[in-house]
């Protein structure tokens, strides 16, 4: 079947592929430091074999690769660094020490991080300002049973270190939002992770799954993109780069997926792109049930040096063209 589209298919599998895909994808409690024989991939071996890691945590945002660029635009002497310590939720008035105050309620440059293990349900989306950075690292911070995470016209955020499953739909209704302005929200589907024309954004080391839509939305013209160093499982719709077929503004999408972890029991959209440009490379595919990679309305994706372990069924398609799809008999998954 020809594709309407680019697809580049190298695959170049070292001597130290595998290992890069198997070291662990989130960085939770204890030093974070790997065993001396594991060969980290570019990311970890940036910050994971300094033993001081937890003195210099803004040296992460020198670590990012692709299409994101350093994210230095988080670092610096200005940086507010802040700790969160409440694992309680308001969506309009959150306390100091929540994790909504920290991405919403403090302006200019913050890090965030976490002084406990900690379990936490959103009652309404988190809206995520400019210049922020949620660094789960050290602790193990889950994003679960409510709300989950909406990047909104901002730029420059760093999503590191944290698991966000069984995210749930919202009702509409007013939540704070970045520079603690009220934002009224319309109904929100229940995806993990949401950006809407968002830009230079890193979400790297993060496990997600179990979520009631996508694990991963990138849409409404958000570009300058990385997912990294994350673990998807248990899952049908994962990741959809683009964010309709009308919406042509997705044809500047630039999005990176590198080193992560798709699988076991994820069905399809690993990713899905319309329109815009994806480089897929290094990433490990652990069966699939429709397409590992699919793509509609003249994508552009580079699939370079991945690994399929294709599923014991009958179906093993990789690669999925839906530009059929725009015909009035079919529909796109």
Request: a positive charge; one cysteine or more; aromatic letters at 10%.
């Amino acid at each position: 079947m020809a594709f309407h589209g680019c697809f580049f298919f190298f695959f170049f599998f070292f001597p130290f592929f595998l290992i890069i895909l198997f070291i662990p994808c989130n960085a939770h409690g204890g030093t974070n430091q790997p065993p001396p024989a594991i060969k980290l991939n570019v990311i970890d071996r940036c910050w994971r074999r300094s033993p001081n890691w937890q003195r210099h945590r803004q040296q992460l945002g020198a670590c990012s690769v692709g299409f994101s660029g350093k994210m230095t635009n988080n670092v610096g002497a200005d940086v507010v660094k802040y700790k969160v310590t409440d694992d309680s939720d308001h969506p309009l008035e959150p306390k100091p020490g929540t994790l909504r105050f920290g991405a919403t309620a403090i302006k200019g440059k913050v890090w965030i991080t976490f002084k406990k293990d900690m379990r936490i349900k959103l009652k309404k989306p988190l809206l995520i300002s400019s210049f922020t950075t949620i660094d789960g690292r050290g602790a193990s911070v889950h994003i679960a049973g409510g709300g989950c995470l909406l990047l909104h016209q901002v730029s420059d955020v760093i999503i590191h270190g944290i698991r966000i499953h069984h995210c749930q739909p919202q009702m509409s209704g007013k939540v704070l939002g970045p520079d603690s302005k009220v934002a009224e929200l319309g109904d929100v589907d229940g995806d993990a992770i949401r950006l809407v024309a968002s830009s230079r954004v890193w979400i790297d080391h993060n496990t997600l799954y179990e979520c009631h839509d996508g694990l991963l939305d990138v849409t409404r013209g958000s570009t300058d993109v990385t997912v990294s160093n994350n673990w998807f499982r248990n899952h049908d719709k994962v990741m959809l780069l683009g964010h309709d077929d009308e919406f042509v503004e997705d044809k500047k999408m630039r999005v990176t997926v590198a080193f992560n972890h798709f699988g076991p029991n994820c069905y399809q959209r690993m990713p899905r792109v319309r329109h815009g440009y994806a480089h897929v490379v290094n990433n490990l595919y652990q069966g699939w049930e429709q397409y590992a990679i699919g793509g509609s309305m003249n994508p552009s994706v580079m699939s370079e040096a991945n690994l399929f372990i294709a599923p014991e069924s009958e179906n093993k398609e990789v690669i999925a063209n839906n530009n059929c799809c725009r015909d009035k008999l079919h529909k796109c998954p």
